[in-house]
């Protein structure tokens, strides 16, 4: 990524932030990155969303664990998201903990951290910080934003909260919802992280305490969701872990054991586990329609947004069905809409793996788009 | 439940059982249940087999929970398994903890119970000693072996390791090995209790703690595994507890996250946390291939015994597909097989609700079996 103008940045919000739950959250800090440069008409901007646990560093080095950008498939030189004609902007969504306002960021009486005293937030307080950032940044109307899983529920959000300011829209690997299934998943690992006696009610850095085998398990959980049966039976069946023979104990005998407390004990390192209780909790509150009585194709009656949605066969976690229900919505409201479900082994995973037909749509969606607006 | 010829027995076994590890359980203990009576000739004994958290009280009320057995459908006065026509018989497994030999046992040297001292276990451990239980029952063949989930698989490793002692099988919901996937969430249990610091290295007896949280949100993760999303969605959807609107916090909002705490809480009350551990260890190891160089029809080269198979179309837990690579091992065998897919939106817990088809079809083959053995 040769073409970045900047490196963890952030900015504090001229004005405090509106809560979708009444409260009020002062002044927020954002922590954010931006690749390429802004046009002078300003209309080449896309917003990157990111996911549930990833943060501004889609495109440049993480600066805890030192990995390359978590979608540099998608974004940078030659990519359908490209520095060379975009002038690319991801923020960390607020209750994370990269930068932006969140449980982990000192309370501002200068008490500690806000811990538990962090207002709950929704997937639409997070839409709203970022079109707050964008306004500070003096970025007006957005080319397009793009985002997969709990992105691709903010890029939907943006076009329903701020219809006449986004173009574009690529939803990938989403839904409009989050299932029954879906807030399980994340109860239960809200359940392992509160179940921690370190997590100390919220308090654990006041504490001195670490709450990271509660977060780990919650990670393994959640990973598996993550990935496909016949994705895990391609990449591990039941091979066993540097041994002959199974073990007869409790290490872990089975190559799947050692990759998911890989994934859990590697998580802990960049995460924090009240930032994982606020952004699941959004996630879990995260349903389009529930402003609208039920109906999601009102969600969509006022932007003349252009949809491009794309599934993935073997993703469980959003399945294909909710791609065609949030297709069906935009058809219903007049929307122009792009679906593909696309085959992949790799579960939901598939979005930030290496997906040449998943570049060609989005690559294809992105220019006919510039083509328009030109 | 009338004809029950007694309650809450347990044998200890005239001789010390040899485990696949190549340990050896001195005369392991053995809770279980009958129903019925034994015909004169002995040839109207079938043995259930009780799922991971299943225990011997199949049809008769459950000594801690109070609760009616846990397959009354099945076992029962004008049920497929019939008390007036058969003689029934369930143990717990070893490593329960409802009376058969188990980590939660007294260690035989006198030293507090066996905890983490307790071998690890198999599959085809478990089917032993309840063969050498049979015979200090003195029951020969049995003319049935029925089960469903776990209990399916010791169905299948019956025919596999006593070939002439088993004149049918029923195997329900169930598979002829664990896969990547199934060990993924079993290892996120097994996490979750290893993680709770009250679990203290499997002495929590002797620590005078309790490991309940870490199994609360073991229970949680399988139990989410046990039912469809299909189901979780028609049952719960996105409906609130108890209130209107969201309450913005970390309290269960949503019904499926209350019913998900309540089967956490309401587990450890009848569960012992370390047999938790050894059985789900016991079932990852399952793989009746393993024996045969990866082949699964050479388990079924020497038995005689009848088949019947039945899976669920919404169980994903062990999908169709096993079930239909065990049909296709067995007509390899050349054994004879009765295969039925049953449509259910409840998923894996299928088998143990109300499933008029699954009866039918479990009673017409334990009929045609007994009519050819009469």
Not at 63 to 76: C, D, I, Q
Not at 87 to 110: K, L, T, Y
Not at 141 to 146: I, N, Q
Not at 320 to 347: D, W, Y
């Amino acid at each position: 990524m040769n073409a970045r103008s900047s490196l963890h940045r952030s900015l504090r919000l001229p004005h405090d932030l509106p809560l979708e739950s009444g409260a009020v959250l002062p002044r927020p800090m954002i922590g954010y990155e931006t690749y390429g440069e802004l046009a002078a008409d300003g209309g080449n901007a896309i917003l990157i969303c990111h996911a549930l646990t990833g943060d501004q560093y889609v495109a440049s080095t993480h600066p805890l664990t030192g990995k390359p950008g978590w979608w540099t498939r998608m974004v940078g030189r030659g990519r359908p998201v490209d520095p060379a004609r975009h002038f690319i902007i991801c923020m960390n969504v607020i209750g994370g903990c990269m930068g932006s306002e969140g449980p982990a960021s000192p309370h501002p009486d200068g008490d500690g951290c806000w811990g538990l005293r962090f207002p709950v937030i929704t997937i639409a307080d997070m839409v709203r910080a970022q079109a707050a950032a964008l306004d500070a940044l003096g970025i007006g109307r957005l080319l397009a934003v793009v985002g997969g899983s709990m992105g691709g529920m903010q890029a939907l959000q943006w076009a329903a909260q701020y219809p006449d300011r986004v173009a574009s829209v690529v939803a990938i690997a989403t839904a409009a919802r989050h299932s029954a299934q879906n807030i399980a998943f994340h109860e239960v690992g809200r359940q392992a992280i509160m179940a921690d006696p370190e997590w100390q009610g919220g308090a654990y850095t006041a504490a001195g305490t670490n709450p990271a085998r509660g977060l780990s398990v919650a990670r393994m959980a959640a990973h598996i969701t993550y990935l496909s049966e016949a994705g895990l039976t391609g990449k591990f069946g039941r091979n066993l872990q540097d041994r002959a023979e199974v073990g007869f104990g409790f290490d872990a005998d089975f190559q799947v054991e050692s990759y998911l407390r890989y994934q859990g004990m590697s998580f802990v390192d960049r995460f924090d586990a009240n930032s994982y209780l606020y952004i699941t909790r959004a996630m879990d509150y995260f349903d389009l329609a529930t402003a609208h009585d039920g109906l999601l194709a009102p969600a969509f009656a006022a932007t003349s947004a252009r949809f491009c949605i794309v599934s993935f066969d073997s993703d469980w976690l959003y399945p294909t069905a909710e791609s065609r229900r949030i297709v069906q919505a935009l058809v219903a409201a007049g929307r122009h809409v792009s679906f593909v479900e696309l085959s992949s082994p790799h579960g939901h995973d598939s979005f930030l793996l290496d997906a040449p037909t998943m570049n060609a749509v989005v690559d294809g969606f992105l220019r006919s788009g510039e083509g328009a607006a030109a």
